[in-house]
């Protein structure tokens, strides 16, 4: 086996593991070479690494050299941050330094002929993933000249050309190390043809100009560069792209629009608005996108969730806004809004025919009380609270107008009932509204890590609206089912929100507001008491007392938790996708890695896919002894958590590693998909480390095991009452001279 000089563990220490684990068996090729075999120091510097390597091969200037991981997945540059990840077993590869490498390409860009000039442009594209390249090609000022030849708008570069210009060109900023602020409008222009058609600039064009305008809108602090980029890009320009059969194209097309509204100013978000809620733009989302595909990737539903929560919020300023009573205007427009709920209502009523003023007013008062206002003489001062505020108001107004028949069929229910077994409508709507936003959390700011939505809401332009008629309907069948009082009423409010919750299951979410109101029937009164019935019986079974069986359940429990740590181990086997996160703890965009426990529970092997795909076993490359684990490290003590506040901290854990040096601390670190998948992670990972698994999963798997085993064990013993404590023991006898006679 070829080494090279210097780089072998010295004999004398291998059987310190200390030593041991710095020293990596690893291979190192390069073209026109043979390849080396050689036991990589860890505790060595890579540039006396690298220098043995080039005086094995007899290789001049070994500034010009570097080494690379090899893997077509991960050809990266090994720095002296990154090199903890070599492993045993890995192919390395020596190839030309990340300065050198920039300037080649440069070199082409700048003086070469044209197929020189795509040449380098199609590996500029390749390389420029590598932060390592990426900071050394923006240090010798490549970056500006890409810039310059998409701003040139050369006709030969459209194509693929261009293409591999604008891939290159938002790979460099991703790594952060230049501003946005450094485009000009015409760079802005420019990309902004390429989306409107105004370039023939080709079909592998569309996406990543559609990232860079995103990424503009979003981190540029120029306001005048915002306003002017309006000239070049509308809405209109982007919404059919989001009919496209590329998934990542519509993906960064939502994301595109998404951005412009959120920078938008206020009155620019009333006009977004209404055209994000136009049944053009609806149809387009739902054809192209829900409809389109059997599941929603991760990344498009953080999209759709971002849509759909900058659409929630537009309520915000009703729900925040009560009435102010000295301000005429607003007054009279409640007024207006009232009395026509109370026309619709009701329309028959002899009113009109009243000619003295205080009769009118004594049946209008009649009337709002009908309707459930708690003050009849000033009923604006009902919506002075807030929230709901006014949003309640506006809720009911839609209920009357749209779905003019159910509004009428819930006051007139009310009315037919004694004074103290009728729902005040307006009332209740009130306190709906509340229950309402606080469901639908408007209001909330958005998460990173966040991809639940709603899907019914994306078919109608008016969703809040929308589903209050729903629900307004569901607490005054509810009251009746209840047969309610109006001392019931926070009772009833408290059962409606239950129905609510439940038909809105995130495992069983209905996609169609006809959906919910299925799943809202079938959880009426006597069925949810049903429920709540049977739930009680099994808290009642898991809670019991009695001494015996107390006893019994300690006896089985060990048994219990090493069939629940094997299930754990199982699932880990099987694997797992995660979002890549980077060395620092920052998640790498559109970037997974997929994880797998070894079946001897020895190792974690991993290794890089796209957000669909699942790797067996043989095409993870690397891996993570069970032995380098230190410690595992959930919530907010994880570093992404740390680095972001906008990450959801109950789906976040980091492996931590052994590291050979104290300053130099290793950490692998994970987001997962659901609740689920965290716990049982975290659960498999704890016992792995002989720690107890703590999580909620575990909790409710051992209570539904243990109660299961209980039950077989005491099926004899069906019908007897067992005592909550053992009987007494009797007292020793005065003596033990016992007689008995034989047949």
């Excluded at 594209?125 to 932060?131: I, L, P, R, T, Y």
């Excluded at 047969?483 to 439940?502: C, G």
């Amino acid at each position: 086996m070829a080494q090279t000089p210097g780089s072998r563990a010295s004999s004398g220490s291998t059987g310190s593991r200390g030593h041991a684990e710095n020293i990596k068996k690893v291979a190192v090729t390069m073209p026109r070479q043979q390849a080396l075999f050689m036991e990589l120091d860890q505790n060595r510097p890579l540039a006396a690494i690298v220098q043995d390597i080039c005086d094995k091969w007899t290789l001049q200037n070994v500034e010009d050299y570097a080494l690379q991981f090899s893997e077509p997945s991960r050809q990266i540059y090994i720095t002296e941050h990154s090199r903890t990840e070599i492993q045993n077993g890995n192919v390395l590869q020596l190839t030309d330094s990340p300065s050198r490498a920039a300037q080649t390409i440069i070199d082409k860009l700048a003086e070469g002929n044209r197929e020189d000039k795509i040449e380098a442009l199609k590996n500029l594209s390749m390389k420029c993933s590598d932060a390592t390249f990426s900071h050394e090609f923006i240090k010798k000022k490549g970056l500006k000249l890409i810039i310059d030849y998409v701003i040139a708008g050369n006709k030969s570069f459209n194509g693929d050309p261009l293409m591999f210009l604008l891939r290159s060109f938002v790979a460099l900023m991703e790594h952060n190390v230049v501003s946005w602020d450094i485009l000009e409008p015409e760079f802005i222009k420019q990309v902004a043809t390429c989306i409107s058609g105004a370039r023939a600039a080709g079909d592998g064009c569309i996406q990543p100009s559609l990232e860079i305008l995103e990424s503009v809108i979003l981190h540029s602090t120029d306001i005048a560069k915002m306003e002017s980029m309006e000239q070049f890009i509308t809405p209109d320009k982007i919404v059919p792209y989001m009919q496209s059969s590329n998934a990542d194209v519509q993906q960064s097309a939502l994301a595109l629009l998404n951005a412009m509204f959120i920078k938008s100013s206020p009155e620019k978000k009333q006009k977004l608005a209404v055209f994000f809620q136009s049944k053009t733009f609806r149809s387009g989302l739902s054809a192209g996108i829900l409809e389109k595909f059997n599941s929603i990737g991760p990344e498009m539903g953080h999209q759709l969730y971002i849509y759909q929560r900058l659409m929630l919020n537009m309520y915000e300023g009703r729900m925040n806004t009560g009435v102010n009573v000295n301000d005429a205007a607003q007054v009279a427009s409640v007024n207006k809004s009232i009395e026509d709920l109370r026309k619709v209502a009701f329309d028959f009523s002899d009113i009109a025919e009243v000619t003295s003023g205080q009769a009118r007013k004594s049946a209008i008062s009649k009337d709002l009380k009908k309707l459930g206002f708690a003050n009849q003489t000033e009923p604006v001062q009902d919506f002075e609270a807030a929230p709901p505020g006014l949003l309640a108001l506006d809720n009911m107004t839609y209920f009357a107008q749209v779905h003019k028949e159910s509004y009428i069929k819930v006051v007139l229910e009310n009315c037919g009932r004694a004074n103290e077994q009728d729902c005040p409508f307006v009332q209740a709507s009130i306190k709906l509204t509340k229950i309402l936003c606080d469901l639908l959390k408007i209001g909330e700011s958005l998460y990173d890590d966040e991809h639940f939505y709603y899907p019914m809401f994306f078919y109608v332009d008016k969703p809040v609206e929308e589903f209050f008629s729903y629900c307004i309907q569901t607490l005054n069948r509810t009251w009746k089912e209840m047969r309610a009082s109006k001392e019931d009423f926070s009772k009833v409010l408290s059962v409606v929100n239950e129905q609510i919750t439940r038909a809105l299951d995130k495992n069983q979410m209905p996609k169609s507001f006809d959906q919910f109101k299925s799943k809202v029937a079938n959880l009426a009164y006597p069925e949810l008491k049903k429920i709540w019935e049977a739930e009680r019986q099994k808290k009642d079974e898991s809670k019991a007392q009695a001494k015996p069986i107390l006893e019994l359940r300690e006896i089985i429990k060990p048994e219990i938790t090493e069939l629940i740590r094997k299930h754990r181990l199982t699932y880990l086997e099987g694997g797992s996708r995660f979002p890549k996160f980077d060395n620092r703890g920052n998640r790498i965009k559109n970037r997974y890695q997929f994880w797998r426990l070894s079946p001897n529970h020895k190792a974690f092997h991993y290794g890089d896919c796209n957000e669909k795909e699942e790797l067996s076993l043989e095409q993870l490359q690397n891996k993570v002894s069970v032995m380098e684990i230190k410690e595992l490290v959930v919530g907010k003590n994880c570093l992404p958590v740390k680095n972001t506040k906008r990450m959801q901290p109950e789906l976040a854990f980091s492996i931590v590693l052994e590291s050979s040096r104290a300053d130099d601390e290793v950490a692998h670190h994970f987001l997962a998909n659901n609740d689920q998948e965290y716990m049982i992670w975290t659960d498999g990972i704890n016992a792995l480390l002989n720690c107890k698994m703590t999580s909620q999963k575990t909790r409710q798997d051992m209570d539904v095991l243990l109660n299961m085993e209980v039950k077989l064990r005491l099926l004899e013993t069906e019908g007897i009452t067992i005592p909550k404590e053992p009987p007494p023991i009797p007292p020793m006898p005065a003596n033990f001279n016992f007689a008995y006679t034989t047949a």
